[in-house]
């Protein structure tokens, strides 16, 4: 079974930093690209950031040179660094996990809540 956990969120000021954590079981974590994605009230899930197994990234303009995304596979786990944070950037967080070969594996965490309030 499947599972992608995340952690880290929580409580932050305008101009702050954070680090979230998502530690996966029940796949061959290398092998998967892993993203991490945000969904604010009332809007779409948006992508924030993906790290592909060969460790190349990319990221939404609105994070770029704030965030930064990185994996350990020894330890199954993407992170996310965020600094600079702006109340724009309060939304629940996701972990993606995702494979394309010749079928498509996709999983998803349950989200963590990143809220950026003075």
């Known amino acids: 079974q499947v599972h992608l956990v995340e952690s880290g969120g929580g409580l932050v000021q305008p101009g702050g930093s954070l680090r979230l954590s998502c530690a996966a079981s029940g796949i061959r974590f290398r092998l998967y690209a892993m993203g991490w994605y945000r969904q604010a009230p009332g809007k779409q899930r948006e992508l924030v950031a993906t790290?592909?197994?060969?460790?190349?990234?990319n990221y939404a303009d609105s994070v770029k040179g704030r965030f930064t995304i990185s994996r350990d596979n020894a330890k199954n786990t993407v992170y996310l660094q965020m600094n600079s944070l702006k109340p724009e950037d309060t939304a629940v967080y996701y972990c993606?996990?995702?494979?394309?070969?010749?079928?498509?594996?996709?999983?998803w965490g349950q989200g963590t809540q990143v809220t950026v309030s003075s």
């Open positions: 790290i592909t197994s060969g460790g190349s990234t």
């Open positions: 993606n996990a995702a494979l394309v070969g010749s079928s498509v594996y996709d999983y």
